[in-house]
């Protein structure tokens, strides 16, 4: 079975959408199926980082000072730490089917794991600002790829859309045909 990132990469090829006004309406569907699949997943791991760098970022404020925060106060205090993180673009308005991916969770997430696993967050206190501030730029520039290639699945997504609608609009396709 092809990793989540082999089959991204297929997926975001140039060429993936490359004859799209001769494929049958099922491959049509089954490709923005696949597209949908991989945004969910990329959506879950933009979350997962997200969670993490506002971890980070609150270690961040208190560097070195004796209200740094200890783990057991990062604890109780997470949910207003990873509901108060700094703002952050709205996304283009689609709205994932699922909230988290079908996919094995450790091939998804095996990058950010290797800059910060959830085992570590608990060891930040330990670290002085240099490294947290290394940590926090890691994860900044993997959610950076993760927002373009989510990006460029909408743009997937919507032309396999768009296609859809354009065949029913011009009658090449025809509500029998989805009932079938």
């Known amino acids: 079975m092809p990793s989540h990132k082999d089959e991204l990469d297929r997926i975001l090829t140039s060429t993936y959408l490359a004859g799209i006004e001769a494929k049958?309406?099922?491959?049509?569907?089954s490709m923005r199926t696949e597209c949908q699949e991989a945004?969910?997943?990329?959506?879950y791991l933009r979350r997962l980082i997200q969670g993490r760098l506002d971890i980070v970022h609150a270690?961040?404020?208190h560097?070195?000072?004796d209200d740094s925060p200890d783990l057991a106060a990062l604890v109780e205090d997470l949910p207003a730490i990873l509901s108060a993180g700094p703002g952050r673009p709205a996304g283009p308005g689609h709205l994932p089917l699922l909230l988290s991916?079908?996919?094995?969770?450790?091939d998804l997430t095996a990058e950010l794991d290797a800059v910060l696993g959830a085992d570590e967050i608990g060891t930040l206190a330990e670290l002085d600002i240099d490294q947290l501030n290394s940590i926090a730029g890691q994860l900044e520039a993997i959610e950076s790829r993760v927002s373009v290639d989510r990006r460029a699945l909408h743009e997937r997504i919507d032309a396999l859309q768009a296609e859809l609608v354009d065949r029913h609009k011009t009658?090449?396709?025809?509500?029998?045909?989805?009932?079938s």
């Open 39 to 43: 945004e969910v997943a990329l959506s």
């Open 59 to 61: 270690y961040l404020e």
């Open 24 to 29: 049958s309406l099922a491959d049509i569907r």
């Open 171 to 179: 009658g090449r396709a025809s509500v029998d045909g989805l009932l």
């Open 63 to 65: 560097p070195g000072s």
């Open 101 to 106: 991916p079908d996919t094995e969770e450790s």
